[in-house]
């Protein structure tokens, strides 16, 4: 059984021979380094232009998101007159029309409500 | 190799360098370390100024959003390693495998006492030559090999010791253990 608690040790003498066998590079071009270097913060400067790209892309879908919500919201806040509770009357009779006061019933107190929005002074907008 | 005055004798651990987005510290931390495994692995210099150069560029691209949770050595390791066999295959044309990188010593001078040494070490099974040539000659520590390879910690030390038992009970480099 192996001891798991410690590091095996190697002698020190068979180490270095074995770090012998695979010889150690000559030295690297002094200019190498900033050449690495330059192509590394290049690379690093397309990496940040990316992700800020990105988030401007996602920042212009999510407004887009807010403004064409709004403006399917406004446009379905337009006024409701009699003519369109008279509507309701006329689908509920064949049995369609929408339930407007949320009852869970569709009938005659929808027309009503319909009817009262209608009247309202701040120009029936639902 | 010259450079990186100071930079790195740097006291800060891998970490807080990637912490504080500070590459130059790394690259001159490390880069005499991916140049020799580098060298290792291609044996030849010019490749191995390639592979150094792509490593990093390789760092680079993950540097400005790497989260370390070990030494960057587990990073470097297989970037290195990968990189190596890319350039091998590309460059001349051999079928290589992962494996065949660790008994790919630099070629010898002339036939001394380390002849014996690397024919011993070739008759280790792969796994356990790897683990040798990574702890002796890479320098990693156990758990860095144990995260390089995905293997448990456990394995690698075992692994390691019974290497090193049967390098002991090899005729060949038996003199290495003898007081």
Not at chain 2, 53 to 80: C, E, G, N
């Amino acid at each position: 059984m192996t001891d798991d608690s410690r590091d095996p040790e190697a002698p020190s003498r068979l180490v270095d021979d074995l770090r012998s066998l695979y010889a150690k590079p000559p030295p690297a071009p002094a200019h190498l380094d900033a050449a690495i270097l330059n192509r590394a913060r290049a690379q690093m400067l397309r990496h940040r232009w990316r992700k800020r790209l990105l988030w401007a892309g996602a920042t212009a879908a999510a407004a887009c998101v807010a403004v064409v919500t709004l403006l399917s919201v406004q446009s379905s806040s337009k006024p409701v007159d009699i003519v369109d509770a008279l509507k309701l009357a006329h689908q509920i009779e064949a049995g369609k029309g929408r339930d407007v006061n949320s009852d869970g019933k569709i009938d005659r107190a929808d027309v009503d409500a319909l009817a009262m929005m209608a009247v309202r002074l701040n120009g029936g907008v639902r | 190799m010259t450079g990186g005055v100071g930079l790195s004798d740097d006291p800060r651990s891998d970490r807080q360098l990637v912490e504080d987005g500070d590459f130059d510290a790394v690259y001159y931390r490390y880069r005499d370390w991916v140049a020799s495994l580098a060298f290792r692995f291609t044996r030849n210099h010019e490749d191995s100024l390639d592979v150094l150069q792509d490593t990093f560029v390789y760092l680079a691209s993950r540097f400005p959003s790497l989260h370390l949770t070990a030494s960057i050595k587990t990073l470097l390791y297989p970037a290195v390693r990968n990189l190596s066999l890319e350039l091998i295959r590309k460059r001349r044309r051999v079928t290589l495998d992962d494996a065949g990188l660790d008994i790919l010593p630099a070629p010898l001078e002339a036939a001394d006492d380390r002849g014996e040494l690397l024919a011993a070490l070739s008759s280790l099974p792969a796994t356990h030559r790897r683990v040798v040539v990574m702890r002796f000659v890479d320098d990693l520590k156990l758990e860095e090999i144990a995260q390089v390879l995905g293997i448990p910690l456990g394995t690698v030390k075992s692994r390691l010791h019974n290497a090193l038992q049967m390098l002991r009970a090899d005729a060949r480099t038996r003199r290495y253990f003898e007081i």
